[in-house]
């Protein structure tokens, strides 16, 4: 069964630098998505990502966040200047319509040292 | 904004216990609702879902029901086995409007089932 896939599965970080975040989607999917989760909170969206440009975003991505997807496999999340608060496990979701389940990877552990 | 309330965890059952986790929402319009699982180690799964009020989800005997009344979505299972042990996360997603898609997550809960 086709399954979204996120590498690495956790990354250990020093504060102010750049990490990437990858994603690769189910194949056919059209929509794709970040999610958070800060440890002990709840699971929030971040962006979402359609026809090649951002559809929607929450407050909690600003400036220092971005989303690419470089070729038709890739989708990436990259913070330009990690914070502590970052410190979170982030989700990729995708899916192949807006009225269709959304599949998750298994997520990244980022550490912001 | 729209918003998911689940019941405060975590919960412990013995195996073949009756189980209930509590689900509430807050949203504009007819959201469709999920309830995802986590397992240790894993990503987010779909374990059920309702797309209009009265709707019944049901998986591997797990079952909720959109309550429009009641603004509900409650979990139940009959009778946990070990292996339900997860996170489980009631979510909403915002019927049409300027979304596109995002899911609104409640905050989880914790259930380990012990044999």
């Known amino acids: 069964e086709p399954e979204v896939t996120q590498t690495p599965s956790h990354q250990v970080t020093q504060m102010g630098q750049e990490v990437i975040l990858r994603c690769v989607p189910i194949?056919?999917?059209?929509?794709f998505y970040w999610y958070r989760q800060i440890l002990g909170q709840k699971v929030e969206f971040l962006v979402s990502?359609?026809?090649?440009?951002?559809?929607?975003k929450s407050e909690i991505f600003d400036d220092q966040f971005s989303v690419e997807r470089p070729d038709g496999s890739n989708f990436t999340l990259k913070i330009r200047s990690t914070k502590l608060e970052d410190s979170a496990m982030y989700f990729c979701?995708?899916?192949?319509?807006?009225?269709?389940?959304?599949?998750f990877g298994p997520g990244t552990r980022l550490l912001v040292l | 904004g729209d918003s998911v309330t689940q019941m405060e965890g975590p919960v412990t059952l013995s195996e073949e216990a009756f189980l209930t986790i509590n689900c509430t929402y807050t949203?504009?319009?007819?959201?469709?609702l999920f309830w995802y699982v986590q397992y240790p180690g894993e990503g987010l799964q779909l374990l059920l879902k309702a797309t209009k009020a009265d709707d019944k989800g049901s998986n591997k005997g797990f079952e909720a029901t959109y309550r429009k009344e009641t603004t509900s979505f409650h979990l139940e299972k009959g009778s946990v086995q070990v292996s339900d042990s997860a996170v489980y996360f009631c979510a909403l997603r915002t019927a049409g409007g300027t979304s596109y898609g995002k899911l609104t997550f409640g905050q989880g809960t914790i259930l380990t089932v012990h044999p």
């Open positions: 990502f359609y026809n090649n440009e951002i559809s929607e």
């Open positions: 194949s056919n999917h059209l929509y």
């Open positions: 949203a504009t319009g007819y959201p469709s």
């Open positions: 979701a995708s899916n192949p319509g807006l009225s269709e389940t959304q599949y």
